[in-house]
């Protein structure tokens, strides 16, 4: 069995980001589930207020560290050591211990640039913005001067929160169509 | 608004008047009861003196890195740090005072009262091919130089806080632009001199070894002190009940100077370490080979606490952000720089007579510290503790990262 539900799309268009900060936690306190929020520039603060959960990115960037790290190792003490152990500056490489000092910058390049290539690699992948990616960008002028609330509503909340979008100051309040949701049981 | 107007606790002015007690009677003592730990004609209290070299140069820099981050705010027309820039400047006004200690260090010095620095024995230095050579760079250009830098850091951080001071009453933003441009000609002068003024006050001690990096390596830990400087004078004023307009947010962009420059130190500590290390030249290895020998967990401590104590403990944002950890972390770090700047001094100095720390650190320490914090809260008392007309004051009160 499954049953459909449609729902409005909202966009609240605001000129400034201290009203869609106010809008947003108006909606919020109201219960209303904020889908998304698009503007020009990274607003602080708001990734509690629309329920973004902290990024794992810096875990992922540790993870890419070590690999790093574990990599140039492996090819340090295989070409340096066990390879082809060689003299250099009368320090003989019979162990990678031994001469450590010379193995660190090396491992820090190479960890350095496992973790920012991991990480740029990550987030672009899981943002989807591979090339040919369409922009999924609902309005373009979010990306100039406006800044917008995205809201996915039934009819019930849609007009509790275009009241919330307008009294907080929307200058725009736009319905752009429904879409028709399923839900299973 | 909050209470502007710091007074000097009357409980902290008394626990500073005790460090003092202690520093004083610690480094009477020293006199009295230090000995070389073999026979030695050539070593006069050289450890005692040496104790109060590194006090002198440690809470100096404080005062002088402070005086640098204070130019460079300006130079840099950065906003974040309005609302500290009082706290700053109180720090920065260290610098007349550990300058007159290190004045009186230097004529000690030349009379011959103490024998830390081998430049100031004429019959020492004739008698070495190597040192007849540097006799030019020495000698009566040496305190030329001395001179300069003192006269110079004092006339940029003096014009510095009283432009700020005036500030408050003007009515245009006129002193805040020739401060600008005051900090900016300072950052020109200190980038020379502060390299120039560690060779010649501290690399001069080893006086046959040389290195061009030693300049930034010294830089890089006086700057994290007086960062810390700031964080714990901060943190604490906050607990008082002032500075309440000091978001969360400074404090953690202070925290992130603290993680950040202590990489800077770790940089330039191994880099200068690594370069002598693999080129293994008698005349440059030898440096190293001294603490190798006779400060060797000193060594190691240094670079553990200074290196994997930052790294480890400070990379989260929330450790930068809770002010309990943050001062511990800076208290941990504060005495590891003040410890790295022992291992410069000591080891040309005291030599292989250093039997590990004792009281005779800890005690002239604590006095010296005890003085840094009786003067730099008596800066403190002495102006509001927040800028008036400052054009970047209502984005610092605001500040949220």
Redo the contacts between chains.
Sequence with gaps: MAATINKKIIHGIYDDEVPLLEACNKLKTAGIKIADVFTPFPI??IDPIIGVPRTRLAICAFIYGLTGLGLATLMMWYMMVSDWPTDV???PNWAYYFNI??F??ISFESTVFCAGHGMALTYLLRCMLVPGAKAKNPDPRTTNDKFMIYLELNDEQATKADGILRAAGASEVNYKGTITETLAY | MSNLNFTFPQKAKTFTYVLMGIGLVSIIAAFIFDKPAVADEHYHHTRAWANILINSFFFMAIGLAAAFFLGLQYAAESGWSTTVKRVIEAVAWFLPWGLSLMMLMFLLGQFGIHHLYAFFDKDLMMHDAKLQAKMGYFGWFWWLRTILYMVGWVYFTYKLRKNSLDADSATDNSLHWKNVKLGAWFMVLFAVTSSTSSWDWLMSIDIHWFSTLFGWYVFSGMWISAIISMILITVYLKKLGYLEFVTESTVHDLGKWMFAISFLWTYLY?SQ??LY????IPEEIIYFQQRWENYKPLMWTVFFINFACPMIMLMSRDSKRNFWFLTFVGFVIFVGHYLDIVMMVMPGTVGNHWTGLSWMEVGPFLGFLGLFIHVVFTNLSKRPLMVKNHPFLNESLHH??
């Design positions: 602080h603060g500056g009368g320090k000092p010379a660190i910058p | 191994f370490f690594m290390w693999y080129a293994d949220s990262i």
